[in-house]
């Protein structure tokens, strides 16, 4: 009797518990431990807020809305991301290996070892992220209610025009930064 898969799979559901630990326990970890600042972040905040005490960090990833739009141009499948004001932020093909740049296949080669390559797609990054100081700081409001049983934000400009509402999904867990 061949006990090899059997011990494939006690080993495979081992690993799956360990990780499925570590990642709860380093979760719990970053969510109690401090946030370190990189010092240019510091300089900041002590140059704007001179006596202020800092309490907490947290890291905050603010989001860009970007329409993924699916196409076929010359029988080829496109994919391009898009922002609201039709900047258009990158274009995926699917392209055949052989017309990768060398130093990219032999990258590809050594990572992909004897394993079969699926498919190799090229993203052209058009656009990137990147802030910018306003002359005139803008202020803007949050508040925070429940209506029909359900938390609801809302983000109002000065002057008074509703920026956004956000309704809380059943589905959704309350603290978002968990994942």
Same mark, same amino acid.
């Given at each position: 009797m061949n006990r090899k898969p059997a011990k494939v799979?006690?080993?495979?559901?081992?690993? @799956?518990?360990?990780? $499925?630990?570590?990642? @709860?326990?380093?979760?719990?970890?970053?969510?109690?431990?401090?946030?370190?600042?990189?010092?240019? @972040?510091?300089?900041?905040?002590?140059?704007?807020?001179?006596?202020?005490?800092?309490?907490?960090?947290?890291?905050?990833?603010?989001c860009l809305v970007l329409y993924e739009v699916?196409?076929?141009?010359?029988?080829?499948?496109?994919?391009?991301?898009?922002?609201?004001d039709g900047r258009i932020?990158?274009?995926? $093909?699917?392209?055949?290996?052989?017309?990768?740049?060398?130093a990219v296949a032999e990258t590809l080669a050594?990572?992909?070892?004897?394993?079969?390559?699926?498919e190799v797609e090229k993203q052209e990054i058009r656009a990137v992220v990147a802030?910018?100081?306003?002359?005139?700081?803008?202020?803007?409001y949050e508040a925070e209610f429940v209506r029909n049983g359900k938390e609801v934000e809302v983000t109002i400009a000065e002057d008074g025009k509703l920026l956004s509402m956000e309704v809380e999904d059943d589905d959704e867990d309350d603290d978002e930064d968990d994942d």
């Open positions: 799979a006690v080993v495979v559901g081992l690993a @799956v518990l360990v990780l $499925t630990a570590w990642h @709860v326990g380093a979760a719990k970890a970053r969510k109690n431990a401090k946030l370190a600042m990189p010092a240019a @972040v510091a300089a900041a905040v002590k140059k704007a807020f001179p006596a202020a005490s800092i309490r907490d960090v947290e890291l905050e990833r603010k699916e196409l076929r141009q010359d029988g080829k499948e496109v994919e391009i991301e898009v922002a609201a932020a990158s274009v995926e $093909t699917a392209i055949a290996r052989s017309a990768l740049p060398q050594k990572a992909a070892g004897s394993a079969k390559v699926k802030l910018a100081a306003l002359q005139k700081p803008r202020a803007v």
